[in-house]
């Protein structure tokens, strides 16, 4: 009985951690479900993103993107720019989120690009 009150009061005295905070906007690290790693920059309605795979430091694909927020859709042009993919096209996505930003998902896109939705990794150290 005595562990089990010690176990209680071990659990409550912990810091809970366990939850991320929502982006306020697209600003920051994100990983698709493409195993890249996404460096998001958004300005106002314009968002600027340099892509890299995260297993390789950008060898296997590297890519640039620029496109602007209209009522929660996101629309831009990408390249790839270093590595062994050598494509283009335009990328159509969703925003996802109320009042702050949980991830996108991609609607529409040309040129072969390869993630279909992107979340921001939990940096709490919980």
Request: charged fraction near 20%; proline fraction near 2%; aromatic fraction near 10%.
């Amino acid at each position: 009985m005595r562990m089990l009150a010690f176990a209680a009061m071990l659990m409550c005295a912990a810091p809970a951690s366990a939850l991320c905070e929502a982006s306020k906007d697209m600003n920051g690290t994100w990983r698709g479900n493409d195993g890249g790693i996404y460096y998001v920059r958004q300005v106002g309605n314009n968002v600027w993103w340099l892509g890299v795979s995260a297993k390789d430091d950008g060898k296997t694909f590297s890519n640039v993107f620029r496109g602007s927020i209209k009522d929660g859709i996101l629309l831009g042009t990408w390249a790839d720019v270093r590595g062994a993919a050598k494509g283009a096209g335009s990328l159509k996505l969703k925003i996802s989120g109320v009042n702050a930003v949980t991830g996108w998902t991609r609607l529409n896109q040309t040129g072969g690009f390869s993630a279909k939705y992107w979340s921001k990794p939990c940096e709490d150290g919980g």
